[in-house]
């Protein structure tokens, strides 16, 4: 197993994180390419205590969908009846794009929502695991302007 490997698998399994412990994994990660995120990925989060995390339990997410760089599905969710769906009422309005787009340096895939002005970067972990930040004006949303930091791992 990868040190980068082990690092994730450890922030990603501790009852409450640092942010910048996830801060620190990321500039260690490779960035990726639009191609290289293609596909369907399910999610969750690192425990840092950002409001998007309660507001994502809340909905069920399960993950996104990135059928084509100009079909994103940011909120894959899980309804009643166990059946995955876009949630396109909620926060963003279920769509978004696939960019390159820098930040922090680097240029790497990126998912920009169509209807509020916020960004998910993304650098892998390994070719089946991403690790994901938001950012962007999260205040009017989330009531804070923290970073929000999650992950996704191919759903297969």
């Known amino acids: ?5 082990a ?9 409450r994180v640092d942010p910048d412990e996830v801060a620190a ?7 990726v390419r639009v191609d290289d995120v293609l596909g369907r990925w399910r999610g969750g989060d690192f425990t840092a205590g950002h409001p998007a995390s309660a507001m994502l339990t809340g909905l069920r997410w399960h ?4 059928s084509d760089p100009t079909d994103a599905q940011p909120l894959v969710c899980r309804g009643e ?6 949630h396109t ?3 963003g309005g279920g769509a978004a794009s696939l960019w390159d787009v820098g930040f922090r340096g680097d240029v790497t895939a990126t998912m920009v929502y169509d ?4 960004f998910d970067h993304f650098k892998a972990v390994d070719e089946d695991t991403l690790v994901g930040v938001m950012n962007g004006k999260l205040e009017p949303y989330f009531g804070v ?3 929000y930091w999650f992950w996704l791992e191919r759903d297969r």
């Open 81 to 86: 009846d166990g059946a995955l769906f876009s």
């Open 115 to 118: 209807r509020m002005p916020v």
């Open 1 to 5: 197993m990868s040190d980068l490997r």
């Open 7 to 15: 690092e994730f698998d450890r922030l990603r399994s501790a009852d």
């Open 63 to 66: 993950g996104k969908d990135f």
């Open 25 to 31: 994994l990321w500039t260690r990660l490779r960035p």
């Open 145 to 147: 302007a923290d970073l």
């Open 89 to 91: 009422k909620a926060a």
